[in-house]
């Protein structure tokens, strides 16, 4: 398995925007799925956003029309844009990736997670 590295998150105002990356590396041939899961204190971790390799998109229905996912397919990244974020966004977000590698092996990778806090 190999670790994403991801960046973003932090602490932000109701309302207010986040930006989250997740960099694939390694000798990557394919990628199947690109995805954004979510662990709030006590409660169980959920996808929050997903998006495949032909760009096909799905949002739980908590975040659509606020988040927006996408990923860069030259540079193995993938993004999630949050606006208007509500106290109940607040969560350790990971990212997860399923990529073929040039040795032929398919590894279902996940980010170390990332905090998102979002209060007044």
């Known amino acids: 398995q190999v670790q994403l590295v991801e960046s973003g998150g932090g602490s932000v105002q109701p309302g207010g925007s986040v930006r989250l990356s997740c960099a694939a590396p390694g000798r990557i041939s394919n990628i199947y799925l690109m995805g954004w899961h979510r662990q709030a204190p006590g409660k169980q971790r959920e996808l929050v956003a997903r998006?495949?390799?032909?760009?096909?998109?799905n949002y739980a229905e908590s975040v659509k029309g606020r988040f927006t996912i996408s990923r860069d397919n030259a540079k193995n990244t993938v993004y999630l844009q949050m606006n208007n974020l509500k106290s109940e966004d607040t969560a350790v977000y990971y990212c997860?990736?399923?990529?073929?590698?040039?040795?032929?092996?398919?590894?279902?990778?996940w980010g170390q997670g990332t905090q998102v806090t979002v209060s007044s």
């Open positions: 997860n990736v399923l990529a073929q590698y040039t040795d032929s092996r398919v590894f279902d990778n």
């Open positions: 998006i495949t390799s032909t760009g096909i998109t």
